[in-house]
């Protein structure tokens, strides 16, 4: 049986009763799942999960079989500790959890700020910093927020966060929302000096910096920001353009990651993307099943919906519907990456007494205090307010949770939704779960037991092991 690390769920704390006397990892002297992380001569206390112990020889968590519980553990007094690792990484079995980075959460104000230091990378298999941006006139790549970025080191401690996960791979995110408006992406992949100018200027700056590849969010090819027509060669270009990047990644030692962040609806995905070149050519394909309603739609509608639903204004905005058709198209499902959400869109109800699905809403909703932006809420505020402010909370079957309080409305992801969702990605042979994006998580435990009980919530999914949602305290 393959080993399972495993972290406990609680945050590790110091311990006074064990003296360390090196750095490294030791067992408890008398607890076989307890063990103690030694740095500079302070002792870390860790209890593996489950029920899994502590094994000396490989410094993981480990089945009792392989390990004898009966020798004296150890006292931070000598034995083989090698250099002194990070704690155990979080098993996701053989599935990847894809972490979106976002270098403008650091200006929010408070408890919404987020730095690379809030970052757990035990928790991710990947991390993608969001975003750099394409320059519209030399057609290559530029740092979106060079204080961020540069100045203020952000690009070197999310690559540095391999030093405590030495089998994350952290890859810079191009484009975004934002980025993909007007119709310079469609410029510069239309034409194969551009192209050619893009790659060679990419390959050294990754390296650079110590990313290990790219991923690529232009949203999205002959459907600029979701207009499908802007440029139907765009299919084909963007294409010629992974193709190139691949064959320029392959001769690196070892090669560069390359992925894409891809829409989930199915008459978009039709019209964007040649989807055999992109099930061959990328390293993974990371579906945004989320942002299906919003305020927009000017009816209540949950933006990340698990399955069809009677009364769906359309059927094919769903979860389930957009990964089966990625698969149909030609993506190998195990290239196919779930996006869930850690944000919730929220509108304002017409009637507040009309507060269930698909009801008349004037518009999105108001804004969080620390996110700021309307139609649009963390989970830890969505968290916040029905924990401690009376919201109303729905869990529909087909759909997921939505809360409401008066005319305000949210439909949003929790714990148990997230973890769903990650089974689904595991019983359905997908590759795992996307995230966007990890700032909005319970990442300082404000509202929850734990901190991030969203990531948590996808391991115990991917899983079975771990803290489960209804023990971590977020209700």
Request: aromatic content about 12%; overall charge negative; some cysteine.
């Amino acid at each position: 049986m393959a080993i399972q690390l495993l972290l406990l769920t609680l945050l590790p704390y110091l311990s006074l009763a064990f003296v360390c006397k090196q750095d490294g990892y030791f067992r408890d002297p008398n607890d076989c799942s307890k063990y103690y992380w030694c740095i500079s001569g302070v002792a870390n206390e860790y209890k593996c999960g489950g029920e899994l112990v502590f094994n000396e020889k490989t410094k993981q968590c480990d089945w009792p079989a392989n390990v004898d519980c009966e020798s004296t553990g150890g006292d931070g007094n000598g034995g083989d500790t090698g250099n002194p690792d990070p704690p155990p990484v979080v098993s996701t079995g053989d599935k990847k959890v894809v972490c979106y980075f976002i270098n403008w959460a650091w200006y929010r104000k408070d408890k919404g700020k987020y730095l690379p230091e809030d970052v757990d990378p035990t928790l991710c298999t990947h991390l993608n910093y969001a975003f750099a941006v394409l320059d519209a006139n030399t057609h290559t790549l530029k740092p979106h927020d060079t204080w961020a970025d540069i100045d203020n080191s952000f690009y070197k401690k999310i690559v540095d966060l391999k030093k405590k996960n030495p089998k994350l791979k952290v890859a810079l995110a191009i484009g975004g929302w934002g980025d993909s408006a007007g119709n310079k992406y469609s410029v510069m992949v239309s034409d194969p000096a551009k192209r050619k100018k893009f790659i060679d200027h990419i390959v050294p700056f990754l390296k650079q910096y110590g990313f290990d590849g790219l991923d690529l969010d232009w949203e999205y090819p002959n459907c600029w920001q979701g207009a499908c027509g802007s440029a139907p060669q765009d299919v084909d270009n963007f294409s010629a353009w992974i193709k190139e990047l691949r064959a320029a990644f392959n001769k690196e030692n070892p090669p560069m990651l390359l992925t894409a962040a891809v829409v989930a609806a199915k008459d978009k995905i039709d019209q964007a993307y040649d989807v055999p070149v992109l099930g061959q050519y990328l390293d993974h394909i990371n579906v945004m099943t989320y942002d299906f309603h919003g305020g927009y739609d000017k009816r209540t509608g949950h933006h990340a919906q698990m399955y069809p639903r009677t009364g769906d204004v359309n059927p094919a905005y769903n979860v389930e519907v957009a990964m089966k058709h990625w698969a149909s198209k030609g993506a190998p499902k195990e290239k196919l990456i779930l996006g869930v959400p850690f944000y919730g869109r929220s509108f304002t109800l017409s009637n507040p007494s009309a507060n269930g699905l698909n009801e008349p809403a004037t518009g999105n909703g108001n804004a969080g205090e620390f996110t700021n932006e309307g139609g649009f809420m963390a989970f830890y505020e969505i968290c916040e307010r029905v924990k401690s402010r009376g919201w109303t909370k729905v869990r529909d079957d087909k759909a997921g949770p939505y809360a409401y309080q008066g005319n305000q409305w949210v439909g949003y992801d929790d714990v148990e939704a997230i973890a769903q969702k990650a089974k689904y990605a595991k019983d359905n042979g997908y590759g795992g779960i996307i995230i966007w994006d990890i700032s909005m998580d319970d990442f300082s435990a404000s509202c929850c037991s734990v901190k991030n009980p969203l990531l948590r919530a996808i391991q115990y999914g991917l899983t079975g092991q771990g803290t489960s949602p209804s023990a971590m305290g977020c209700e």
